[in-house]
């Protein structure tokens, strides 16, 4: 059975579009399970109905014709409960329906399993037996398994209008036009089009393009078979003497490989037919290993790797003629699987006008560098069809965390009306530049920014920011070959407390590990968000820790604007001990003749340790900064980068409020200040909550500052508790959300949290 299940899945997960997957689906699930029929319905919620479109054992004319309500026949009791229905006389059922264009008169044994993605179904996958047959748990089971594997293909297929073309449906395009969900990475909206980014690596990321010239992209694609001969043969030759000549023998399979016609007429043809040449290779290569995947034979399936690395190696060599990165136009909306902070740094900034990533979520660093750019940004994406999106028109809507792809003109009118909305609203806030931000009863509460992820600050000072808040360090560490020297930290520093003088910058030392790897210093580990990230690394490697506070305290000389914030605290000892550390470089430099100062020093609560220990660790420093980034994963149990649980993860979760607030008591008893500086101060519907706690400073993306401001300056602090003791009595994350959206939109801000005013 196991086998089988497998072989299907590879085979639909290689099949070239959706038709041919639910052909595929039913013809092998009949043959599996030995069935009389097996039918693939789905659901449309426009039209509410369940909709027959492939079978293996009906008519082939009723695919389309038969048409069920959501809640009609034994297909809707399966769509509404949600779970298999397994009978053995079908029609005695209550609830069955006779179509007579299926020609399904006679059929008894039925078992019906819904498709289920992520929680919403869209559609039923029914086997049919003439005789009377209940189905065993085996057969069930398999079903279920299938059923889950096809949900993702139909959700891509949905997403890509895919569905919508094979319906041929004459309906108006624009109501059935669904987006693709994810999350909100960085609000605003953005109209463009769309320019994939893909690994080079990987042969299944990419995209389809179409060959500007057919003979050229041959021509490229024959110079890179040739290279790719020229290179086995040479390892073959190096393998002389070394390798038994029944092993060397595989250079030879793969010469024949090259030479032979399949693999190479396939992906000629599929050149002339207009696909770029990795395009062309990517379906080629697919459909190879689905050949040889299938195949009884366990050596010969073995082939289908093969098949494979051939691949690979094909696509390095044409990667090397053709540029992986696109030629960034105007309005370009970036598109990829993994869109990394380093990608999107790698567009000018001028030409970018919304990200959209399949992975990751609201607090991915390149979620937070879109944030800071102010570009909109939709992350998570699951059932983005990244290899089909190249050049298509794209919407971002990054408040709601939906992507339009290819939208009819209705909705992109309307996304033009709301982008319009949004510059307007934009041009307002600037006039809040100068004004300070003080509640409506004249209590300042410090605005700063968060920064870090980029060498320019020309953007935060022209915010009205009143310092940096958070200056991530590890970015130019990110990007370098070798751990940067002191002398060149000093002067990245020194730049930045230079161009900030006299507002003050909170520099936080070292925070690698965990999602932020340095390509120099390989961290494996199976849980590396509970393994060794922040100050667990720089206490473990105190060369690397004074190296970096000697930097900055040679850069605070004579300026002494900085302060300095340690992240990733779990332990009181861990505080001591950066202090001493701290102190020691400090006398050294004193004793070297440098004029350093000690700069006030302040620690991160973001490890739901620090949150009991609050007080404890504030005794020891000048301030504590709350990282709520990290502090919701770890408080919630959820990745914050993991799209899968993209939905679970909310800093707005009560238990996560509940945290804040008990973070503000702690401080308040060591009489030490404490600021925020995770994403959720840049949220403009937590900053009621935030006002309410007391907290004494809000450090936000320069993007969102001016938004955040005018909350501020929106309210009263004894407003503010208001919301936050309301906000603290609901019991999820939803409540609090959709009692937000209401405050503020009584308030006249309705505007900062959604598209439009
Ligand atoms: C945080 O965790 O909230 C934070 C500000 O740090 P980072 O996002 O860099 O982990
Ligand atoms: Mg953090």
Same mark, same amino acid.
């Given at each position: 059975m196991l086998a089988t299940l497998r072989r299907i899945v590879q085979e639909v997960s290689t099949a070239p579009n959706i038709d041919a997957a639910l052909a595929t689906i039913v013809r092998r699930v009949k043959q599996a399970m030995d069935?009389?029929?097996?039918?693939?319905?789905?659901?449309?919620?426009?039209?509410?109905?369940?909709?027959?479109?492939?079978?293996?054992?009906?008519?082939?004319?009723?695919?389309?014709?038969?048409?069920?309500?959501?809640?009609?026949?034994?297909?809707?009791?399966?769509?509404?409960?949600?779970?298999?229905?397994?009978?053995?006389?079908?029609?005695?059922?209550?609830?069955?329906?006779?179509?007579?264009?299926?020609?399904?008169?006679?059929?008894?044994?039925?078992?019906?399993?819904?498709?289920?993605?992520?929680?919403?179904?869209?559609?039923v996958l029914v086997v049919q037996q003439h005789a009377r047959r209940s189905f065993d748990e085996d057969a069930v089971t398999l079903l279920v398994t299938i059923a889950a594997q096809l949900a993702g293909a139909i959700a891509h297929a949905e997403a890509s209008g895919e569905i919508a073309t094979l319906k041929r449906l004459k309906r108006d395009a624009a109501e059935d036009m669904r987006p693709l969900q994810g999350v909100p990475g960085a609000q605003g909206v953005a109209l463009g089009?769309?320019?994939?980014?893909?690994?080079?690596?990987?042969?299944?990321?990419?995209?389809?393009?179409?060959?500007?010239?057919?003979?050229?992209?041959?021509? /490229?694609? *024959?110079?890179?078979?040739?290279?790719?001969? @020229?290179?086995?043969? $040479?390892?073959?030759?190096?393998? %002389?003497? +070394?390798?038994?000549?029944?092993?060397?023998?595989?250079?030879?399979?793969?010469?024949?490989?090259?030479?032979?016609?399949? /693999?190479? *007429?396939?992906?000629?043809?599929?050149?002339? @037919?207009?696909?770029? $040449?990795?395009?062309?290779?990517? %379906?080629? +290569?697919?459909?190879?290993?689905?050949?040889?995947?299938?195949?009884?034979?366990?050596?010969?399936?073995?082939?289908?790797?093969?098949? *494979?690395?051939?691949?690979?190696?094909?696509?390095?060599?044409?990667?090397?003629?053709?540029?992986?990165?696109?030629?960034?136009?105007?309005?370009?909306?970036?598109?990829?699987?993994?869109?990394?902070?380093?990608?999107?740094?790698?567009?000018?900034?001028?030409?970018?006008?919304?990200?959209?990533?399949?992975?990751?979520?609201?607090?991915?660093?390149?979620?937070?560098?879109?944030?800071?750019?102010?570009?909109?940004?939709?992350?998570g994406v699951v059932d983005l069809p990244v290899g089909q999106v190249d050049g298509a028109n794209i919407i971002v809507?990054?408040?709601?965390?939906?992507?339009?792809?290819?939208?009819?003109?209705?909705?992109?009118?309307?996304?033009?009306?709301?982008?319009?909305?949004e510059a307007r609203l934009s041009d307002e806030l600037t006039s809040l530049r100068t004004l300070p931000a003080e509640t409506r009863d004249g209590h300042r509460i410090p605005v700063f920014a968060n920064s870090g992820l980029l060498a320019d600050i020309t953007p935060i000072l022209d915010s009205g920011a009143e310092g940096i808040g958070l200056y991530r360090t590890e970015y130019p560490f990110m990007v370098r070959q070798q751990f940067p020297g002191e002398e060149e930290q000093r002067r990245t520093y020194r730049r930045v407390l230079e161009q900030m003088a006299p507002r003050p910058v909170t520099m936080r030392t070292l925070d690698v590990g965990g999602d932020k790897a340095l390509p120099y210093f390989p961290i494996e580990e199976d849980n590396p968000f509970l393994g060794w990230r922040g100050i667990r690394i720089t206490l473990d490697h105190p060369e690397i820790f004074l190296v970096q506070v000697r930097a900055l305290l040679r850069a605070n000389v004579g300026l002494n604007n900085l302060n300095i914030l340690l992240p990733m605290i779990g332990n009181v000892w861990e505080v001591d001990e950066a202090l001493r550390l701290l102190r020691q470089a400090y006398e050294e430099l004193l004793e070297e003749g440098e004029a350093v100062t000690m700069p006030p020093v302040?620690?991160?609560?973001?490890?739901?340790?620090?949150?009991?220990?609050?007080?404890?660790?504030?005794?020891?420093?000048?301030?504590?900064?709350?990282?709520?980034?990290?502090?919701?994963?770890?408080?919630?149990?959820?990745?914050?980068?993991?799209?899968?649980?993209?939905?679970?993860?909310?800093?707005?979760?009560?238990?996560?409020?509940?945290?804040?607030?008990?973070?503000?008591?702690?401080?308040?008893?060591?009489?030490?200040?404490?600021?925020?500086?995770?994403?959720?101060?840049?949220?403009?519907?937590?900053?009621?909550?935030?006002v309410g706690m007391g907290l004494d400073g809000f450090s936000v993306s320069a993007s969102s500052l001016p938004r955040i401001k005018w909350v501020v300056r929106?309210?009263?602090?004894?407003?503010?508790?208001?919301?936050?003791?309301?906000?603290?009595?609901?019991?999820?994350?939803?409540?609090?959300?959709?009692?937000?959206?209401?405050?503020?939109?009584?308030?006249?801000?309705?505007?900062?949290?959604?598209?439009?005013?």
């Open positions: 069935v009389d029929v097996c039918s693939v319905y789905l659901t449309d919620p426009v039209q509410n109905e369940h909709v027959l479109m492939a079978t293996e054992g009906l008519r082939p004319e009723s695919v389309l014709m038969v048409r069920l309500r959501l809640d009609e026949g034994l297909v809707g009791l399966v769509a509404s409960r949600a779970e298999p229905v397994n009978l053995d006389d079908a029609p005695a059922h209550p609830r069955y329906k006779y179509f007579p264009e299926s020609g399904e008169e006679s059929y008894h044994g039925f078992l019906g399993v819904p498709i289920i993605h992520h929680r919403k179904v869209l559609g089009r769309a320019a994939v980014i893909y690994s080079l690596e990987n042969l299944d990321a990419i995209p389809d393009r179409t060959a500007e010239d057919v003979e050229a992209e041959l021509a /490229l694609f *024959r110079e890179a078979v040739e290279q790719v001969k @020229a290179d086995i043969r $040479a390892l073959s030759e190096r393998m %002389d003497g +070394v390798l038994p000549a029944e092993d060397k023998a595989l250079f030879d399979a793969y010469l024949l490989m090259l030479e032979g016609d399949s /693999l190479i *007429r396939a992906t000629e043809d599929r050149i002339r @037919a207009g696909n770029w $040449a990795p395009g062309a290779l990517r %379906d080629t +290569v697919a459909e190879h290993v689905r050949i040889f995947t299938d195949m009884e034979d366990p050596y010969l399936r073995e082939r289908a790797d093969d098949i *494979r690395d051939l691949g690979g190696r094909l696509l390095r060599c044409l990667q090397e003629e053709t540029p992986a990165v696109p030629d960034y136009g105007d309005g370009t909306i970036l598109v990829g699987e993994d869109i990394t902070a380093t990608m999107l740094a790698d567009v000018p900034v001028e030409k970018l006008a919304g990200v959209v990533s399949a992975r990751g979520s609201r607090t991915s660093h390149a979620a937070i560098l879109a944030r800071a750019l102010g570009i909109p940004a939709v992350m809507d990054g408040y709601g965390g939906r992507v339009y792809v290819s939208p009819p003109e209705s909705i992109r009118n309307e996304y033009r009306r709301l982008a319009e909305e302040g620690v991160m609560v973001e490890v739901p340790s620090a949150v009991y220990q609050a007080e404890n660790l504030a005794r020891r420093v000048d301030f504590l900064s709350i990282g709520t980034n990290d502090l919701t994963q770890y408080l919630l149990a959820v990745d914050r980068n993991n799209a899968n649980v993209a939905e679970l993860y909310d800093a707005l979760h009560p238990a996560v409020l509940r945290a804040l607030t008990q973070v503000v008591e702690g401080a308040a008893a060591a009489g030490k200040p404490v600021t925020i500086c995770g994403e959720l101060a840049g949220e403009p519907m937590a900053t009621p909550l935030l929106s309210f009263s602090r004894s407003e503010a508790r208001e919301v936050l003791q309301h906000a603290l009595s609901l019991e999820n994350a939803h409540g609090v959300r959709g009692y937000l959206t209401r405050v503020l939109d009584e308030a006249g801000l309705g505007g900062l949290v959604r598209p439009g005013n």
